[in-house]
């Protein structure tokens, strides 16, 4: 399956985004969906995971209360609504797929990836 990451952008604070993460080639609706951050000299860490039905979803604490990880099976895309945007939040946003369905915060679970889409939020 391949996925194709879209929606980043330059924000001010306070700000909002909503990035979406397209699915070809296969259908999303076996997989635990998640996405990942990487910030400049840093290594890719978990945001948000969404279970295969969307019934359950996680989040890295610092995104708590204002990012909200929603996915439709139909459409065969997943989504990452963020609110309330701060600098630290600027990173390459990558979605990723876990075929198996099971619950993952590791990036080295995660069997495909998107292309990554850059967020940048200004003070």
């Known amino acids: 399956v391949q996925l194709q990451a879209s929606g980043g952008g330059l924000m001010q604070a306070g700000g909002s985004l909503r990035l979406s993460c397209g699915a070809s080639?296969?259908?999303?609706?076996?997989?635990?969906m998640a996405w990942f951050r990487q910030a400049p000299g840093k290594e890719r860490k978990f945001v948000a995971g969404i279970s295969k039905s969307g019934d359950r979803t996680d989040y890295e604490d610092s995104v708590k209360d204002r990012f909200t990880i929603s996915r439709d099976n139909a459409e065969n895309t997943v989504y990452l609504q963020m609110n309330a945007l701060k600098p630290e939040d600027t990173a390459v946003y990558y979605c990723?797929?876990?075929?198996?369905?099971?619950?993952?915060?590791?990036?080295?679970?995660?069997?495909?990836w998107g292309q990554g889409t850059q967020v940048t939020v200004s003070s």
């Open positions: 990723g797929a876990e075929r198996k369905g099971y619950r993952t915060t590791m990036d080295l679970a995660i069997d495909y």
């Open positions: 080639g296969g259908r999303i609706s076996d997989y635990f």
